[in-house]
């Protein structure tokens, strides 16, 4: 059985990838081990329930936000090829090393909510080689398909890694001695499902093309579909992507009517990037209901976007919904 250090030193080399693009990964990793421990320890180590603060976009923080974002933050800033680090806990970007040569953006727990039910939540972590010129906002601005690597570690029954250096997708899982072992290699996301995930409490607050969608996918074998579909919903979108990846599926979180001037609620640097590269490299797809979320060109570091992602055919369905 492969650990991640030895799979990780043989595909850097087999395909020519840096080093430090390398290093960087490992201590993003390194750092999602110790959340892991965090998680796990729970309520024996006094860190459930609320922080009494608030991050950047407003949002209570759960104590393992900050836990978590801190220990990403502290461990990064030792590696010499990280440049700055952008956080969705964070208002602007934290400089690092003048002469580091990668940006590491991350969602330090996503699914923060289900932290005091023991319910999957996770670490999502993009990487982006940093441009020449000093270290700005704009040097984080760019889009999905730039990313060197992304990934993200599940904290559930077992804590899994899922990572994509843009040649492949490899899962692994952790171990009791702490590390982490190559368990699956090229998932592949069925172009065709049975399976959606959409928040329904919203049902009221949707556009129309998305009111469409979920009324065919209800109907059944009867309606426009031809087959029954199952609905499942985690409030974790690491979760949801992961189950995608394992077996398919479609996810769902649309803009709505509740605030139109709001492209959506998830982020588009710290969520829909990182994820959708992990999908695209495994087959699946991800838009934001007129093009693919990796061509989007940010211009904001907390910037907010509309998601469908997963198996082609259904995402092409939403799609082909809000052109006409």
Same mark, same amino acid.
């Given at each position: 059985? /492969? ?6 030193? &043989? ?8 080093? =430090? ?8 990793? @390194? ?33 393992? =936000? ?7 933050? @502290? ?11 952008? $956080? ?27 932290? =005091?039910?023991?319910? $999957? ?6 990487? #982006?080689?940093?441009? /020449? ?20 570690? #599940? ?19 952790? =171990? ?15 172009? /065709?499902?049975? @399976? ?38 985690? &409030?974790?979108?690491?979760? @949801? ?26 982020? #588009? ?20 209901? /007129? ?34």
């Amino acid at each position: 059985m /492969q650990t991640f250090s030895a799979f990780l030193k &043989a595909h850097l080399a087999a395909h020519q990838l840096p080093e =430090d693009l390398g290093s960087v990964v490992t201590t993003t990793v @390194e750092a999602c081990k110790n959340i892991s421990n965090q998680v796990r320890q729970g309520a024996l180590a006094g860190i459930l329930g609320e922080a009494g603060t608030g991050n950047v976009q407003g949002e209570d923080q759960k104590k393992l =936000d900050v836990i978590a974002n801190n220990l990403l933050i @502290e461990k990064l800033k030792t590696n010499l090829a990280v440049a700055g680090i952008a $956080s969705e806990e964070e208002e602007t970007f934290v400089a690092c090393h003048e002469n580091g040569g990668y940006l590491v953006l991350f969602d330090p727990l996503d699914g923060s909510s289900n932290i =005091d039910v023991n319910i $999957s939540v996770g670490t999502i972590f993009s990487i #982006l080689a940093k441009p /020449q010129g000093p270290l700005t906002t704009e040097s984080f601005l760019q889009k999905g398909n730039d990313q060197v690597a992304s990934g993200y570690v #599940l904290y559930g029954p077992q804590t899994q890694l899922v990572l994509t250096l843009k040649h492949g997708v490899f899962v692994f899982t952790l =171990d009791h001695y702490n590390e982490f072992i190559l368990t699956r290699e090229n998932p592949q996301v069925p172009e /065709q499902t049975k @399976e959606f995930a959409i928040n329904a409490s919203n049902q009221r607050h949707w556009y129309e093309p998305v009111q469409q969608y979920i009324s065919d996918l209800l109907a059944g074998e009867h309606g426009t579909r031809g087959k029954n579909y199952n609905m499942r919903w985690v &409030a974790s979108m690491v979760a @949801e992507v992961n189950r995608i990846l394992m077996r398919g599926g479609v996810f769902l979180y649309p803009a709505d009517q509740r605030d139109p001037a709001k492209p959506g609620k998830l982020r #588009l640097m710290y969520e829909a990037n990182p994820l959708v590269l992990i999908l695209q490299q495994a087959g699946g797809i991800g838009s934001n209901t /007129q093009q693919n979320i990796l061509e989007i060109q940010p211009e904001g570091l907390h910037q907010r976007v509309s998601v469908v992602l997963g198996s082609k055919e259904e995402v092409e369905k939403v799609n082909q919904l809000h052109r006409q």
